[in-house]
Structures are given as C-alpha cells and as structure tokens.
C-alpha cells in the first residue's frame, strides 16, 4: 500500500518540549520537509539561541548549535564563511532577535548575508515566563505589563519584517501565519523561497512566522489561534513585502 | 616574502602574517586603536589566500562570529584592545562552555572605561580571570617582542587547538605599535574545507547523511548534569597548569632584590637591573610567559640571597595577587607601577627599588 503520509526524516521521532498549543512545533516541522524535500539535510546547519527554541536542536535532525541570546546572526556568518555552499539557518524569537538582536540581525541583512532567519513571533517572551517583548501588542498584558502595554511607557510595537524590508542587503522578506491551515501551507511555501534565494546566493532571506504562546497568553490553544487572527494581523500584515526575480 | 629573511616590522601586521601562516583563514574584527593594522592587513591579504574577513558591526558580534566559525572547524584570529575584550566577554564565557579553540590578540591600553589609547597592563585581572559568567580559564601568553609574540601565535593555534579552549595573547600596545626586525614563521598552509571532518570530527558541517547529527550546545538546566560537564572538563586545565607555564629567569642565584615584570615592561626592567648593577645592587628577573597558568614554579627555589621581590608593572597591582600566592608567604612583594597609559623608564625603575631598599645602598 502506497503511503498518504510520512514523518518527514528532518524532524527525530520524539515528542517535543513545547507547551500544547505552541507553534513552534509546525514551524520545526515546516523548515525541515523543505530541507528534506530539497535532499538537504545532510548539508544544513542551524542556530538557535536562548529562547524556548534553543532546544530546537534536539527535534531537528540537522547540524545544530546553540547561540547566547540575540547573536545567531553573527554566529551563522561565522559559519557560512567556512561552509559557503551549506544551507545555514538561524531560528529566533522576537524576545531574542527583536529585542537584544536587533544589531546582529540588521547588520546581518546589511552585509546581504547568504543565509536565512525564521523569526517566531509570538509577541511575548516565552521561556523567561511572559515578559513584554519590542513586538508585545498595545494593550497586551504581561508579566512586565500587567495593566496592558502603553506606547507612554513602552513605545509601539517593533515591525522587523518592515524595518528590514528597507535594506537593500535583505533581498526576500515575508511575514506568515501559522492560525491555520491554509496559512500553514503558505509559510511552507515562504521557507522554500527562503532556501532557494541562499541556494542562488541572493542575499538575506527572512520570514517571520506569527506564532501563539498560549500559556504565557493565559488563553486556551484555539482561542491563541484565533488572537493571532484577530489581534496581531491588524497589527502585523501578513505579506510579502520583497522578493527577487530569479525565486518569484 | 621569504620564509626565513629577518624583516623590520610593525608589531599588529607581524602578528597579522603570523597568524595566516599559522593556518588562520578567517578573521572577525571591529576598529578599535591600537590594533587596526590587524584587521585592515587581514581585509586586504585573507581573500587572497582563500580565507574570509568580516568588518563586525560590534565586538559582540565579532566574537560570535568567530563562534560560528570555530564551530563550522574554522581556524580563526580574534583581535582588539581592552574596553573592545570587555565586550567579547559573553563570547569568552561560552567558547569554554562548549569547548572550542579560538586564538584571540589583546594589544592592551589603558582603562578602566574608555581610558587612553596609550599602551598599558591594566588588562591583567581581564584576561587572567576574565569576565564572562561560570567556571572556566583563558590560557594566555605574554610576549616581551614581536618576535616573541610572532613565534607565540603559532603555539597558540597548537594550544586552543589541543585544549578547545580560547587562547589570549596579550601584549600591550607598545609591542602592537613598535617596529622590530623579525623572522616570520615558515607557512604552515591550512585546512581545506573538505579536510575539516577529518581534523575536527565535532565540528557543525552538515551529517551528510551519513552520521548523527553534531550538535554544539551550552544550555544544561539540570544542575547535576551541569556540575557533571564541569567536573568532566576541569582536569583539562589541571594539566594546563602542570603542562604550559613558561618563564624566563635572570640572575635569581645572585639577586638581593628580584623584579617580576612581563611584556615591553620586562625589557624596561633588565635596563633598570644594568643601573642598579653599576651601583652595586644585585637584581634578578622572573619574566612570566604565561599569565595562565601563572609560573609559580619560577618563585619555588628563590635563596636567602633575595631580599625583596618586587612587582612591576602597568597596572594598579594586578599581577602583585599572583606573586602572591606563588610566595605564598614567604617573601613580602612590593610594587612599582605606573598606570592611565603612563611608562615607567629605567630610571625611574632604579631610583623607586632603591627608595623600597630603605635606601641601605
């Protein structure tokens, strides 16, 4: 009997540590059927610094290395000097690449490196116990906002996605959702672009995935699905907002 | 160039050569006075010889990107002066963690803060016991010369290589900045890419399909496993204490007074030891190395003949600690020290032992 559906070889056969509900898990999965349906598993090598996701390495089954917060940009440079023809990734949260990243990332996009990002979004940081992040919506409530945030107090939300969509060495970037299926199959779509723009040495290539915390959100995993929906969309529009020719 | 001519040379592009010929090909660095001639001689020459030179947009992106590499089975150079090491602390503090080789110059100046550009020692205390969070221990070398330093960053690589940990060399400004005839090391070539597995079987290149994945990480939250990779690491720099001082010793047989001085300081002391010998006063000189491990083996034979030991250097003593505890006790040490970027002469040197002699001669 011909299979309808195979575990993809790029995630290892173990339950992950995420809470129920949490994104992070599709967004995994995503990257490596990509990297596995590209046959490039065995040349891959991903950062993932502090943040929930820094056990990232033990789910994907790909070289991997961990980063202190906000550097996986730098770190990755570092790495695609010596391996110029890898497929590098770093994978970050907006805790850690919006917040204590920003440098490495804008100047990662700067130099026009031939690597790709996966930013999480979630608008909150996660593994530190639902603190406010840059990315935290007005009016969000955290453990470091508790009456909502104010831009009195703590300015307007950061939109990466925008912000290096104005640098010429950023040559792909897109933001997607993860709320549902259809908005699933786009991101999948959206990370294969990514590895074709580094495979083709373009330059930076980015996406930014909307993503749920339900538990530091105090809502339920489907109400969590339906807040990105609902509260960060209007906020954070998911679109493309620049592409090459050679990958459109 | 040829091999084995003897050239006069500015310290920063004689290190700079050193290290390419010692097999460095890759170079991470951010401006920063008094070292700019390295990363400006590696922009130029490092493409040339297959390698990559990034212009950081920090220290702490520099040094994360020599994390990348060293992880990838780069062989890297790291350089910049003082408040710049300040800034790479994180990345010391993590390269011990996961264990990986790195070779980093210090072309030390005058601080705290932003301090001066003016060369200085008062880096001691940063790089011997450093600022990054945790337990661990940067090995570094102290050259008095260029050339000194020169044939140092080839043992350096051969050291990070062997321990996978960083190795600092920190020589303050004066040896950066100064001209010296010096005989460059033979080039040793490098390791190619494809020959990064063989060398370095942990290194991040891909599985190829055809082992497990490698997978460098620090984070540990089970604290008996974390005290377990410690306790697993530690001997490492046990036999680093056992295996890698080194010292120079002058005259310790004769000397009434013994001056411990390292770096351009200890070239400015045996002159001040020639005008206190014209003067009839003995003097002799441990020159540390290393500054860890510290050489407390030069100070175990020291005779009744020594009557002071004397600690001298560019700092608000720093060094004087180690002398300590190498004494252990059984001789009291003084100091002599100028600090803010501020020389001490010969002179100066001579006339300050005599005044701590109680001015018996």
Redesign the interface.
């Known amino acids: 009997m011909k299979p309808v559906f195979e575990f993809t070889k790029g995630m290892r056969e173990m339950t992950t540590s995420y809470c129920p509900g949490c994104t992070h898990g599709i967004a995994h999965r995503l990257i490596m059927e990509v990297l596995e349906e590209k046959g490039a598993?065995?040349?891959?090598?991903g950062?993932s610094p502090?943040g929930c996701s820094?056990?990232a390495?033990q789910f994907?089954?790909?070289?991997?290395?961990?980063?202190?917060h906000g550097?996986a940009p730098?770190?990755?440079?570092?790495?695609?000097?010596?391996?110029p023809d890898?497929?590098v990734f770093t994978y970050q949260g907006d805790g850690d690449l919006a917040s204590i990243g920003t440098?490495?990332i804008?100047?990662a996009a700067?130099?026009g490196e031939k690597f790709c990002t996966f930013f999480i979004n979630n608008a909150i940081f996660g593994m530190t116990g639902g603190q406010m992040a840059p990315t935290s919506l007005i009016g969000q409530k955290t453990t470091t906002s508790v009456e909502g945030r104010t831009v009195e107090q703590a300015g307007a939300p950061l939109r990466i996605s925008e912000m290096l969509a104005t640098i010429d060495g950023a040559v792909y970037v897109e933001r997607v959702s993860l709320h549902s299926p259809a908005e699933v199959r786009k991101a999948k779509k959206a990370i294969r672009t990514a590895f074709e723009v580094q495979e083709k040495k373009l330059g930076f290539a980015f996406v930014e995935f909307l993503s749920t915390c339900p538990t530091n959100w105090g809502l339920s995993p489907v109400a969590a699905l339906d807040f990105i929906k609902d509260k960060m969309i209007p906020y954070y529009p998911v679109k493309n907002f620049k592409s090459v020719e050679e990958v459109k | 160039m040829s091999t084995s001519e003897k050239r006069l040379m500015k310290g920063n592009e004689a290190f700079a050569i050193a290290a390419i010929r010692s097999g460095c090909r890759f170079y991470f660095g951010y401006p920063i006075t008094p070292q700019n001639e390295i990363p400006e001689y590696m922009s130029r020459e490092l493409s040339k010889v297959g390698g990559s030179f990034i212009q950081a947009e920090s220290e702490l992106a520099a040094v994360n990107m020599a994390y990348g590499a060293s992880a990838a089975g780069g062989r890297v150079l790291l350089s910049s002066s003082s408040p710049g090491i300040a800034l790479m602390q994180e990345g010391m503090s993590i390269f011990c963690s996961v264990q990986l080789p790195l070779v980093l110059l210090n072309v030390m100046r005058g601080g705290p803060g932003i301090g001066t550009i003016q060369p200085s020692q008062a880096d001691y205390n940063q790089v011997t016991r450093g600022g990054g969070n945790g337990d661990y221990h940067i090995i570094v070398y102290a050259p008095s010369s260029i050339q000194e330093a020169v044939d140092m960053i080839g043992k350096a690589y051969e050291v990070a290589d062997e321990y996978r940990n960083p190795v600092i060399i920190a020589v303050d400004g004066m040896i950066g900045q100064m001209m010296e005839p010096v005989v460059l090391p033979e080039d040793q070539g490098y390791t190619r890419e494809e020959d990064i597995p063989k060398k370095k079987p942990w290194a991040l290149v891909g599985h190829k399909d055809q082992r497990d994945r490698n997978v460098i990480k620090s984070l540990q939250l089970k604290q008996e496993l974390l005290e377990e990779e410690i306790m697993a690491y530690w001997p490492k720099y046990e036999r680093a204490q056992r295996e890698l001082p080194e010292y120079e010793a002058r005259n310790l047989d004769k000397a009434e007074v013994v001056f411990v001085a390292y770096g351009s300081t200890a070239r400015v002391v045996l002159e001040a030891m020639e005008i206190l010998q014209k003067e009839g006063i003995e003097a002799g000189l441990i020159r540390p190395k290393t500054l860890w491990p510290f050489p407390d083996q030069a100070f175990e034979n020291l005779g009744d003949n020594v009557k002071k030991v004397i600690s001298v250097e560019l700092s608000q003593g720093q060094m004087i600690n180690d002398v300590k505890l190498a004494l252990n006790g059984r001789h009291h040490v003084d100091l002599i020290n100028r600090v803010g970027g501020m020389l001490l002469s010969p002179a100066e040197i001579a006339e300050r032992t005599k005044t701590l002699m109680g001015g018996t001669k």
């Not at chain 1, 994907?60 to 202190?68: A, C, G, I, L, R």
């Open positions: 598993l065995g040349n891959a090598i950062v502090v820094i056990v390495h994907m089954n790909v070289d991997m290395m961990e980063s202190p550097r730098a770190v990755a440079s570092g790495i695609k000097r010596v391996h890898s497929y440098g490495e804008i100047h700067h130099r």
